[in-house]
């Protein structure tokens, strides 16, 4: 495969999964702020934290004066100037797909570029809050529709294996994000940790990343944060786990190896990673750092991406 292919399909899968990441820690985001003021006995910060999971405030601060519901809403979802933003997400797949139509099924694309022209009809609107709830279900549903139609209909080759990866390394990303801003900016100062607004965070993310249901199955009891992070970090069963992700990013790192004759740089970060989930443990994790642990990890998948690119998509 040439490398502008793969890179093509593995950019693309990582900008549908980042769509879907937006749309999710919005959605929290809302649910948070419709709390009670007394909930949080003092200032609110879950806008504040919106803004650091899934965009950048250098790049806010220019456009916006205020950090609020309304501003960071219109910067993650339908900014321009911010290129993970949901619009501008959303339009990079449709002009990667549109790189390569032919390597496509017809479902994918159907996926992609319906959801480029639908996007549309949403420019310049003024989107109440039960619209803009809509809008974010819609994006939801792109990326399951999306994700579902490459592992129905695509052969399992290697324009396959690089559609995972993207779609495994976003995700990781994405889960570590989410992690480390509850933990470090989003519990006020003065509320207890285990009281009842940390419940409702915690209990929020896990419902933003499909993971309540999964927690009550593999735990049996209430919602805490040891058993929320052990779940999203060393549960190989849960899909947005780091462990998950990192399976698969070694499974298909390996196809692609054993196709092209050769390993690499790639392949030896993410068994390492890899392999450092699987001897982990989660008391140690907490009694070391969680924000040092995620910060960490957060680094590495950002190497073992630019390993691939080097690898694979630079050509």
């Known amino acids: 495969m040439l490398s502008r292919t793969a890179d ?115 420019a310049g609107r003024e989107l109440n809050r039960d619209e803009f709830g809509r809008f974010l279900d819609w994006v939801k549903t792109v990326s399951l529709t999306y994700d579902g139609s490459a592992f129905r209909t695509m052969l399992r080759n290697d324009a396959f294996w690089f559609t995972r990866l993207g779609t495994a390394i976003e995700r990781a990303d994405n889960t570590a994000r989410i992690l480390d801003v509850k933990y470090q900016i989003l519990l006020p100062h003065d509320e207890r940790i285990g009281g009842s607004l940390d419940y409702f965070q915690w209990t929020t993310i896990l419902r933003e990343v499909s993971a309540l249901t999964a927690y009550h199955w593999v735990y049996r009891e209430s919602v805490k944060p040891l058993l929320v992070a052990d779940l999203l970090i060393l549960n190989k069963q849960m899909p947005r786990s780091f462990a998950n992700c990192y399976g698969v990013i070694v499974e298909y790192l390996d196809l692609i190896a054993d196709a092209y004759g050769r390993r690499g740089p790639s392949q030896r970060l993410a068994g390492n990673l890899l392999a450092k989930l699987e001897s982990e443990d ?13 910060e960490a990890f957060i680094a590495q998948n950002n190497d073992v991406g630019e390993a691939i690119a080097r690898q694979y998509l630079v050509g």
Do not use: Q
């Not at 619009?87 to 390569?100: G, K, L």
């Not at 989660?282 to 995620?294: C, K, P, Q």
């Open 8 to 122: 093509n399909l593995y950019w693309l899968s990582r900008y549908v999964e980042r769509a879907d990441f937006v749309a999710r820690i919005l959605d929290a985001a809302h649910r948070l702020a419709a709390l009670p003021s007394s909930y949080g006995g003092g200032e609110s910060n879950e806008w504040e934290s919106a803004l650091r999971s899934a965009g950048d405030p250098d790049l806010f601060k220019p456009h916006y004066s205020v950090v609020n519901a309304d501003t960071v809403c219109d910067f993650l979802a339908f900014s321009p100037h911010n290129p993970s933003s949901i619009r501008s997400c959303i339009e990079a797949a449709r002009e990667n797909a549109r790189s390569v139509r032919t390597a496509l099924t017809t479902e994918m694309w159907d996926a992609i570029n319906g959801a480029w022209l639908e996007l549309r009809s949403y």
């Open 282 to 294: 989660i008391d140690r994790i907490f009694s070391t750092g969680l924000h040092e642990f995620v």
